[in-house]
């Protein structure tokens, strides 16, 4: 099938990239011309597992092209995939101006019975909206089809080649139909919805996944204050089938580009129908609170962090991903930087995208040896298994004090307990103080 496919980000592009892996003729479209050249050379402009080599793969074979011109794109395009952002709005809904852009930028250009499917996340009546739009901009049929997606950062390739559902909302079953053909190499269960359900299971997902977190953070402070271990805890949870072990790691809260937005666009749509959906309320409230709680036990460790070395370990908001969009990390350094701590932080990947976001309020360390040198701390904020794989008892000997305070849970006792001098604070479970009075 002939695909264009509006935004190269990390929807966009993966979704691209595999439609043309199962045989698709497939036009990316993007107005960041950078973002284009990079990719006409084969070059991710995003940093995701296995993406690279099957963008120049796919790339050399013609299937996958790029270009910044939707009227080259959309021409003979069949299927037309809009994945632009959603970003948060400033009272919380969901900022559609890039979505409403991009279906004026299509309108004209539409070829007969064209499909346009909505991608990107959006509100329960965005793709009326959409609708609306295009058909007040041309008289060419069209069919509109919700096709939400689940993919994760850092597995996107293999989230969305082996996906655990997709989700088609349609109204015309013709269209609906068609989509399901164009995913049908891929072998995953297809679930055909109306197009408000379908729009309406993408939040709820996102709003249960993040409402997950924040009871198992809960449940974690709760553990710290009663002696128990959020380990055993949400392990003894997980077995059972109906909570099942997934998001039961508790930790330093949620971020990224999706679940921060989502809950509140999924809130603000509750309050403009009247309905009361408190639990999303604590939900954001816990999460705020757990972003600041490696700050919070420093500061009360150390009495005040003014020129304490504080090593902050990962910036990105979860591993395998560059994505710093409401990274924990950030919170951290700007409430560090306010006590006037020097924070030196090490992250293998994000070092760059963080730079455009902390500016020099942090110094960058190209090492996790350069980032703990001498310090007074280190916080553990994104779990990349290369800190999984540190040895302690070397950390902690670079250190001025050998403190950790590990956001994460990175570490087993065993290691911990191969340390001469250690303090180490985890989230949720017994601190453990080896070596000092
Ligand atoms: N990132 C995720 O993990 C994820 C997962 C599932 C769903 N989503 C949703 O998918 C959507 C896209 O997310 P993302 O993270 O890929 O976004 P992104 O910000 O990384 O990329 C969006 C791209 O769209 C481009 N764009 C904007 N207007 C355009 C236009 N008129 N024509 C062509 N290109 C245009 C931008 O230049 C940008 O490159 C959002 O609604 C998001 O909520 C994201």
């Known amino acids: 099938m002939k695909i264009a496919v509006l935004g190269t980000g990390y929807v966009g592009l993966s979704t691209g990239v595999c439609l043309s892996e199962i045989g698709h003729h497939v036009m990316c479209i993007d107005i960041d011309e950078q973002k284009i050249n990079k990719l006409r050379q084969g070059i991710s402009p995003i940093y995701e597992p296995g993406l690279e080599s099957l963008l120049s793969k796919n790339n050399a074979a013609g299937t996958l092209q790029f270009t910044t011109s939707h009227q080259e794109g959309i021409k003979n395009a069949e299927i037309i995939i809009i994945a632009v952002g959603t970003p948060q709005g400033d009272d919380g809904s969901a900022d559609l101006s890039f979505l409403v852009q991009a279906a004026k930028d299509i309108s004209p250009l539409l070829k007969h019975d064209a499909i346009v499917v909505i991608k990107s996340t959006v509100p329960v009546g965005t793709n009326d909206l959409v609708k609306s739009i295009i058909s007040s901009h041309t008289n060419t049929p069209f069919k509109m089809v919700s096709n939400p997606e689940f993919l994760r950062q850092g597995s996107a390739i293999k989230d969305t080649m082996k996906a655990d559902r997709i989700i088609i909302g349609a109204e015309d079953s013709a269209a609906a139909l068609k989509i399901k053909e164009m995913y049908r190499p891929l072998n995953v269960p297809i679930l055909m919805t109306n ?171 190209r090492s996790v040896g350069e980032a703990v040198e001498n310090a007074d701390a280190v916080f553990i904020v994104t779990e990349w298994s290369e800190f999984k794989q540190l040895d302690l008892s070397e950390v902690t000997k670079q250190m001025k004090q050998p403190i950790i305070f590990d956001g994460r849970n990175c570490f087993n006792e065993d290691q911990i307990r191969a340390c001469s001098k250690i303090e180490y604070y985890p989230v949720g479970k017994p601190s453990i103080v080896i070596g000092l009075e």
């Open 195 to 365: 197009v408000r359900s379908a729009e309406m299971i993408k939040y709820a997902s996102n709003a249960f996944l993040a409402t997950k977190i924040s009871f198992i953070n809960e449940v974690a402070n709760l553990c710290e204050a009663v002696g128990a271990n959020i380990i055993d805890v949400a392990n003894g949870m997980g077995k059972d089938k109906r909570i099942g072990e997934a998001f039961l790691q508790a930790g330093i809260g949620y971020g990224g580009s999706c679940f921060p937005k989502d809950v509140k666009a999924l809130l603000h749509t509750a309050g403009l129908h009247g309905v009361n959906f408190s639990l999303l309320k604590e939900t954001i409230a816990i999460n705020d609170a757990q972003q600041k709680l490696l700050f919070t036990k420093a500061r009360i460790r150390l009495n005040q962090l003014k020129d304490k070395k504080i090593a902050m370990l990962g910036l990105s908001f979860k591993p395998e991903t560059d994505d710093m969009r409401e990274a924990p990390s950030i919170k951290i350094a700007r409430l560090l930087s306010q006590e006037k701590a020097k924070v030196v932080a090490y992250d293998p990947v994000a070092k760059e995208n963080a730079r455009r976001i902390l500016g020099d309020t942090i110094e960058y360390a």
